[in-house]
């Protein structure tokens, strides 16, 4: 399973962004995917998941402003993030998770200024 992120960057306070995950080396639509993200010093946290069956949650920080999607026939999940925060500041990864055994991506950074 690989899985690559995308989209990361700087971006000013009030500014969107839509990160991407690319996956390979596994039958996508089986998989939860998830967002989640890690500042320095702190945990990492769930940002957004979708499941296969396309039900999705958000962490509480984020509702309201992202939207978690996915594409099953481009192997592909987006993290649409809008009216973003400095707070938002974090290197973000992607998850897919399968009866219990988790992947990860080697994470974007994405940059909030104020």
């Known amino acids: 399973v690989q899985l690559v992120e995308s989209g990361g960057g700087l971006v000013q306070a009030g500014g969107s962004l839509r990160l991407t995950c690319a996956a390979s080396g596994m039958i996508f639509s089986v998989y939860n995917m998830g967002w989640y993200r890690q500042a320095p010093g702190k945990q990492r946290e769930l940002v957004a998941l979708i499941r296969l069956d396309g039900t999705t949650n958000y962490g509480d920080s984020v509702k309201g402003r992202f939207t978690i999607s996915r594409d099953n026939a481009r192997n592909t999940v987006y993290l649409q993030m809008n009216s973003l925060k400095p707070e938002d500041t974090a290197v973000y990864y992607c998850?897919?998770?399968?009866?219990?055994?988790?992947?990860w991506g080697q994470g974007t950074q994405v940059t909030v200024s104020s």
């Open positions: 998850n897919a998770a399968f009866r219990g055994n988790p992947y």
